[in-house]
């Protein structure tokens, strides 16, 4: 268990399964920088949490919600709870200031279309293993709501999906113990990063590559002077 000031943001999991080295230069460093893609992004949540909650007959929907995990050392919040009205005790939860019984499903705003990692996947889940611990319950499924599409996504919060989630949070605290920054390893996905100009990952591998070629050139000479 985890104390509360030992606590780590859930959206750090999202930079750290996007990229380590992004992650350490946001939640270590403190440096950000906005691209088109993160300001979208950010006025979407701003869009999500406008309302703090929404009544509509048997429908109750909770903006910004916060939430933590003691046995995960997570805090942070979701921006959609909706709170489906049900009929008995096993199909939702009691809530402090209605009566019945109420079915929680999890609503996270994302700009823009599916990613092809994990990394909002492993968001996802981690809030819903917050929920989990707080109010005793369990999730098969949670939702994304993506903005280009403008529709929502299913993700099954399955065995293999909770495993990988719970793996990153112990990697989270781990590097967050030892307080290093990755070096940059270029890929393609960098050329949408916002951090792009501040990690500088194509200078590293010019530098990288021009180490290589000089220690080829050196050995080849080595090798032409040692030959008779």
């Not at 009544?55 to 997570?74: E, P």
């Not at 990692?117 to 994304?144: K, R």
């Amino acid at each position: 268990m985890f104390t509360e000031d030992e606590l780590l943001q859930v959206s750090a999991l999202q930079h750290l399964a996007f990229c380590p080295r992004q992650w350490a230069l946001i939640h270590l460093e403190g440096q950000w920088s906005d691209n088109l893609l993160t300001a979208e992004g950010s006025l979407a949540h701003e869009n999500a949490h406008q309302e703090l909650t929404e009544v509509r007959g048997n429908l109750r929907i909770a903006h910004a919600l916060r939430i933590r995990s003691l046995r995960l050392g997570l805090v942070g919040q979701v921006d959609v709870v909706e709170f489906h009205k049900v009929k008995s005790r096993d199909q939702g939860i009691l809530l402090s200031d209605i009566p019945g019984f109420w079915q929680p499903a999890i609503i996270e705003y994302k700009r823009g279309r599916p990613k092809i990692g994990h990394e909002d996947e492993v968001q996802l889940c981690a809030q819903a293993l917050c929920l989990e611990e707080m109010w005793g319950v369990s999730f098969s499924t949670a939702s994304f709501f993506y903005g280009l599409p403008r529709r929502r996504y299913e993700v099954a919060l399955d065995a293999e999906l909770r495993g990988e989630t719970e793996r990153l949070v112990t990697l989270l605290h781990e590097l967050t113990l030892s307080g290093k920054t990755p070096a940059p390893e270029y890929q393609r996905r960098c050329r949408n990063c916002s951090l792009l100009n501040i990690c500088l990952p194509e200078a590293v591998k010019k530098r990288k590559s021009v180490t290589g070629y000089l220690k080829m050139v050196y050995k080849t000479e080595g090798e032409n002077e040692a030959t008779p």
